[in-house]
């Protein structure tokens, strides 16, 4: 069965501070993808990145950076130097090699204070 | 473009009613899904289809129905609607599963 676990349910932050949310995966296929989704207050969810599982390279996009971990099953998102508009709940989820549906971790609420 | 499209936005429904939620996607994809969000809960996946004529049970399907009449359009209905069926819905859709999602906007159900 597949399975995220996003362990850190809420997070509370300052400003500038850097900040990293852990996501574990369990999976028996050898191929599938990794997602990173926000959602900030008003509700939608924002794609931020997805990775397959052949693809170990980390990953940065301006503040955002990922690090992906195959031996540890581990897909962790980490936010340099947050801001106040990073404020939002952040979904780590997995799709199965059949691809037949996006699995989602439970969400860790991340809120960064001025 | 109009990506994916749910109406309604906002409902509130009274124990036993009925209602169909709809779907609309303007992209030829393939896959549709519909998950419902509860707080603490992440996203759970209620039905999808992987193409017009299929729909195949998520991991919460109990109390709800789906119908994909046409690739553009997944439909989901509460044939008796309960309190616990109170949630925010979300409709996605993808061209084939492994690929990006796009998600609607959500609709908010309240059942009182």
């Known amino acids: 069965a597949q399975k995220v676990t996003q362990a850190q349910t809420e997070i509370s932050v300052v400003e500038k501070e850097d900040v990293t949310l852990d996501c574990v995966y369990e999976?028996?296929?050898?191929?599938?993808?990794l997602f990173w989704y926000k959602q900030p207050p008003s509700g939608e969810l924002v794609f931020l990145i997805r990775?397959?599982?052949?693809?170990?390279q980390n990953e940065i996009s301006g503040r955002y950076s990922w690090n992906f971990q195959k031996s540890t099953s581990s897909f962790n998102f980490t936010i340099t130097a947050s801001q106040v508009v990073d404020s939002a709940v952040y979904f780590c989820?997995?799709?199965?090699?059949?691809?037949?549906?996006?699995?989602f971790g439970k969400g860790t609420t991340l809120s960064v204070s001025s | 473009n109009a990506g994916v499209t749910q109406t309604p936005k906002f409902r509130v429904l009274k124990t036993g009613q009925s209602m169909t939620l709809l779907c609309a996607q303007d992209?030829?994809?393939?896959?549709m899904y519909w998950y419902r969000q509860d707080p603490g809960m992440g996203l759970r996946l209620i039905h999808y289809s992987v193409g017009e004529g299929t729909t195949a049970k998520g991991e919460v399907p109990d109390g709800y129905n789906v119908s994909r009449l046409k690739k553009q359009n997944f439909l989901l209905g509460l044939e008796s609607a309960a309190p616990s069926q109170t949630s925010v819905y979300f409709c996605?859709?993808?061209?084939?599963?492994?690929?990006?999602?796009?998600f609607g906007s959500g609709t908010r159900l309240t059942v009182v």
């Open positions: 989820a997995l799709v199965n090699q059949a691809g037949t549906a996006l699995i």
């Open positions: 990775r397959n599982s052949f693809d170990e």
């Open positions: 999976t028996r296929d050898t191929t599938y993808y």
């Open positions: 996605a859709s993808s061209i084939q599963g492994l690929a990006g999602y796009t």
């Open positions: 992209m030829n994809h393939e896959y």
